[in-house]
């Protein structure tokens, strides 16, 4: 006899990225998301001042992974290429990867998963397996980069009863302009979400791909085109776009009775533009999910 499926509960949760040492006033939620470059070059005491934010902000669950530019965080990377970043100041990667992994109030995921539960009394009580990983196509001389070869494989590591997946890099055609006219997702990422299809999938990366968009996926097709593995993808309209605009950016992605056929793809790139004395910025991106409810079970 089939167990009876999980009731659904509406589960807030903020997504941003590329925050790089900045320290931004966030909407309300259950959970936090940060998918990467917490910091611009990855110093002790650029991530000391991102954990202390991340810890200081008022969420149940706080999921975080690096970006490329969270240099110490990749302690192999750093070993044969810090001194470019810090010649005169080397740093501890050990000490940096501390303040990440011994945070009580941060889960913090390299290439893993992790299920989480919200137990907070006025919360949800929802549970989701979340799956976080830093690594992004390597691009000049950054951590976490991976090459062409390498990428199926690593992606080939998302479990496939994952809800929600977390990465640096966005998937290939969606939420991935790396510039006017150009794309810089991964594609082998695109196709581990087809082969998953999580709920959500949350990146950055890409400052001027931040964007949301809903993916409906085919699930009858073998061809791993982009015509034959996608049905059709709904475009977001902000409503927290303008200036002067106070609403929130919010989306609804209330697909969880939909099954696993959809999946809401979020770019929270923070930073907007990347250099010059007038920095701009984006709101954190809010999203609201159906998540199965855990409460009652043994």
Request: glycine fraction near 8%; proline fraction near 7%.
């Amino acid at each position: 006899m089939d167990q009876a499926p999980r009731p659904l509960k509406r589960t807030r949760i903020v997504c941003i990225s590329d925050t790089h040492n900045q320290t931004p006033k966030l909407p309300k939620g259950d959970v936090l998301i940060h998918a990467g470059d917490l910091t611009n070059q990855g110093s002790f005491s650029e991530l000391e001042k991102a954990v202390r934010w991340l810890e200081g902000t008022d969420f149940e669950k706080k999921i975080v992974i690096a970006g490329n530019h969270d240099t110490t965080l990749d302690a192999n990377f750093y070993r044969e290429n810090g001194a470019y970043f810090h010649k005169n100041h080397p740093q501890d990667t050990e000490a940096c990867l501390k303040l990440v992994k011994d945070s009580p109030s941060i889960t913090y995921l390299n290439h893993e998963s992790a299920t989480v539960r919200l137990t907070h009394p006025s919360g949800p009580h929802t549970a989701f397996k979340v799956f976080g990983s830093p690594y992004s196509p390597a691009h000049g001389l950054w951590a976490f980069g991976y090459t062409a070869d390498q990428a199926s494989s690593i992606w080939s590591d998302i479990p496939f009863d994952t809800d929600v997946v977390v990465t640096h890099t966005p998937p290939r055609g969606h939420c991935d302009t790396a510039s006017p006219g150009s794309l810089g997702g991964c594609e082998a990422l695109r196709r581990a979400l087809w082969r998953v299809r999580p709920k959500l999938a949350v990146c950055g990366h890409k400052h001027p791909g931040r964007d949301v968009e809903r993916v409906k996926w085919r699930l009858d097709s073998k061809n791993p085109s982009l015509k034959y593995m996608e049905d059709e993808t709904k475009a977001w309209d902000d409503p927290g776009a303008g200036m002067g605009n106070k609403k929130e950016s919010k989306v609804d992605a209330l697909m969880g009775r939909m099954g696993r056929k959809e999946t809401c793809i979020v770019n929270a790139s923070y930073q907007a533009t990347s250099y010059g004395a007038h920095k701009r910025f984006n709101k954190p991106i809010v999203v609201d999910i159906d998540l199965p409810v855990w409460q009652g079970e043994g």
